[in-house]
């Protein structure tokens, strides 16, 4: 075991990466990253205890994208590696799902090693961002105004996704490959400087490291890992303060201002983003604007005032209670649109105004099993073949969902989906659900039914977007 290989270990172990007795899929490209990555692990497979496997994307976007591929096959076969290959139309993709090529890559490289690790029975994801990834990261969220949450930058580990090579820089990966004797596949494109990401590693951080500090990219790393640890404390702290000065009505949220008075202002800050969140889940568009307006709120001498807000959230202070509120219809059960769906063959199209969810694009496509199901919060595909007639609407009291628990799934009623999932009580009656009878298929935003997911024997596929307007 060389250095380069203990440092990687003492990584993997100090961040509970790995147990003994996991498999790992390694992401493998064919570049410098993915080539240590995989050499590392392979190296490291007796200590730790773990059995690899290794997948190839072809992007299908440049000509020698197939030189990758048998560079990466020829490696994996002469270790004995199981080794998988797939090729996916990323520029295809990238126009349906209006994405930039780069993004588009990313959703179908994880969409393709989430299924394969299913089906295969494989425990872990290991991808190979390192330092200078994470130092790209940290400086591209910083300068798009991200703040601490941003900044806590690129994590070792994200459910069953783990990153073994964050504790080294790209010159150790390349210096490790020469000791090692490897050779590795060079992308032409991550020389071009079209990209902001690019620029920052062809020009800024090569910059920084030669006229301000060679250790700069060491530090960026170090500062964004505790930034990351005091962004999940504030979190924390923020959680309990809510839990002791907050309630959550059937119609608001409300604060008592005399309790959240008493704590540090970044805990303040961070409470009324909790409230946020429960009222407008991902909350778009709410910046730190909006919360200096809250904070301003909460300071006046004025007995009471008022604010209007995106979503069409208003702000109400009354003397020493803050109040959080969605304005809705008082009876919105009598102001939906409903909208049915039936006779669900290939060609079908709607479209429906699903109101401040978005537009409702609606297909039905015959399917086959080289097609990349999506995996976007905002796009589901469903088994039709198991589909009468399907509708959007708000909730009703028997409303039930079937969701995946292990190999099997369960029944859950939709009041206690909604209770479990935190779901303000004053929302809770204005959202969209797709339902056949009782049996809710999808809650935008939030759930899928495991019912009517996409199967070997499925043959046509009801396909759903739901996009924002400009």
């Known amino acids: 075991m060389n250095a380069f290989e203990s440092k990687v270990l003492n990584f993997i172990r100090d961040n509970h990466m790995i147990k003994e007795g996991e498999s ?51 490696y994996c076969e002469k270790r004995n590696i199981p080794f998988y290959l797939f090729e996916e139309d990323v520029p295809e993709y990238s126009k349906k799902m209006h994405l930039t090529e780069e993004e588009a890559g990313r959703v179908v490289r994880y ?50 996704i783990i990153r073994p090579l964050l504790c ?9 490959l020469e000791e090692k004797g490897l050779g590795y596949c060079t992308d032409a494109t ?13 020009v800024v951080l090569p910059f920084v490291q030669g006229e301000v500090n060679s250790a700069a990219v060491d530090h960026i790393v170090r500062a964004s890992r505790e930034i990351g640890q005091a962004y999940d404390y504030i979190k924390e702290q923020a959680g309990r303060v809510f839990d002791k000065c907050c309630i959550d009505t059937a119609k608001e949220i409300r604060i008592d201002q005399d309790i959240l008075s008493k704590e540090p ?66 009876e919105p059960s009598k102001e939906q649109k409903i909208y049915k769906m039936s006779n669900l063959e290939p060609g079908s199209e709607y479209v429906f105004d699903l109101g401040e969810l978005g537009m409702a694009n609606v ?17 589901k595909w469903f088994d039709c073949d198991r589909i009468q007639e399907v509708i959007f609407r708000y909730r009703e009291p028997e409303d039930f969902i079937y969701i995946e628990q292990g190999e099997s799934s369960h029944k859950k009623k939709l009041s206690k989906f909604m209770t479990d999932e935190k779901i303000p009580a004053s929302c809770r009656d204005n959202i969209y659900v797709l339902a056949e ?16 997911k996409i199967c070997k024997k499925t043959q046509k596929i009801l396909a759903i977007t739901i996009s924002k307007g400009d």
């Open 265 to 330: 202002e970044i805990i303040r800050r961070y409470v009324i983003l909790k409230c946020f969140e429960l009222i407008v889940p991902g909350r778009k568009d709410i910046t730190s604007t909006h919360v200096d307006m809250i904070m301003n709120l909460m300071e006046s001498t004025d007995g009471s005032a008022s604010l209007n807000l995106p979503y069409g959230i208003k702000i109400e202070r009354a003397y020493d209670k803050l109040f959080f509120k969605k304005e809705v219809s008082a």
């Open 111 to 160: 969409n393709v090693f989430s299924e394969l690790v299913k089906d295969k029975k494989i425990d872990k994801i290991a991808v190979a961002h390192h330092q200078n990834d994470a130092a790209e990261t940290f400086l591209l969220n910083l300068f798009r105004g991200t703040g601490i949450r941003g900044g806590s930058g690129i994590r070792p580990v994200r459910d069953n």
């Open 168 to 176: 080294v820089s790209r010159a150790e990966i390349e210096a490790y």
């Open 437 to 452: 009878g009782n049996h809710v298929l999808w809650i935008p935003g939030y759930r899928m039914s495991s019912s009517f």
């Open 363 to 379: 297909k039905v496509i015959s399917y086959n099993e080289k097609m990349l199901i999506p995996s976007d919060t905002y796009t």
């Open 24 to 74: 790992v899929l390694v992401g493998l490209s064919g570049g410098a990253d993915s080539m240590a990555l995989v050499t590392a692990l392979y190296e490291l497979r007796d200590i730790l205890g773990i059995s690899i496997f290794a997948a190839h994307v072809n992007h299908m976007i440049r000509p020698e994208a197939g030189e990758d591929a048998a560079f990466s096959k020829e």
């Open 190 to 202: 991550n020389q071009e400087n079209d990209h902001t990401r690019n620029k920052l590693r062809n």
